[in-house]
């Protein structure tokens, strides 16, 4: 499934031409997320299980990116995770739910196939994900740059 990688990245490649180069950030992540989705969904992906789980860091146009493929055979989740960088996920295929805690407040999301969300770096979740599920996530590597406090 090495082409499944290699369309990811021509896609983000893509991407980026069409994304501002001043966008930098979550925002940068927020725009890469409505590109990614809608070449995506074109994606003919005929096994999902054929995605292996993967990790690469690369850079496009001086933005550093981890990008992680996953996909679960079992159902996972992870409690009180902080987010070491600004992150977006994508569903692939399955079922990802989130609660993002703040102070007091809460909020859930679930996130079905072709979905998507971006969260800022020091964000706190917890999260699940279904089994038989695939997740792409894009950490941004990049220093945080103060602007978008």
Known sequence: MENF???????????NKEINEKILGINYLEKLK??????IIDLNIKSYEEIKNFQEVKEYNNIKLSITFNHYNEALSKLKTSLANDNLCIVLR????????????????????????????????????????????IFNLNENLGIEK
């Open 94 to 137: 399955g079922l990802k739910t989130l609660k993002i805690t703040n102070n007091q407040d809460s909020k859930n999301f679930t996130l079905f196939q072709n979905m998507g969300i971006t969260l800022p770096s020091k964000t706190i979740i917890n999260e699940s994900v279904a089994k038989q599920s695939t997740v792409i996530d």
């Open 34 to 39: 409505f590109s990614l989705i809608k070449r």
């Open 5 to 15: 990688f290699k369309e990811i990245d021509n896609f983000i490649i893509e991407s």
